[in-house]
């Protein structure tokens, strides 16, 4: 069954989501922690795919009511599914665009 490309559900080829998934996977993590382990990503830019990742089900974001605000962010069940397409592609990468 094919995908039509408006049908995508997920923006896994974006320049930050594949990296936000791994800075995720070993449990949760307050933006500012996230923002520190992705050099070169901007606040604005994290923010936009942090709330992509959100609409599309794959993070869940808690805040809490806190002075200094407190937010924090968590893969989903069906985040961490996307690992193991991530794992998949990151294999496929390393067989198939190996510089000889």
């Known amino acids: 069954m094919e995908c ?8 896994i080829g974006d320049k930050w989501t594949a990296h936000v998934l791994r800075a995720l ?6 933006f500012t922690e996230l923002r520190a382990g992705l050099p ?17 089900g ?3 974001r808690e805040a809490f009511a806190e002075n200094p605000p ?7 069940a069906r985040g961490r599914k996307l690992l193991g397409l991530l794992d998949l592609c990151c294999d496929w990468a390393r067989e198939n665009l190996v510089e000889t």
């Open 4 to 11: 039509a490309h408006g049908e995508l559900p997920y923006r």
């Open 25 to 30: 996977q070993g449990g949760r993590r307050r």
């Open 40 to 56: 070169g990503v901007t606040a604005k830019v994290l923010t936009e795919t942090l709330r992509a990742m959100e609409r599309d």
């Open 58 to 60: 794959a993070v869940s």
């Open 70 to 76: 407190r937010v924090e962010y968590e893969l989903t």
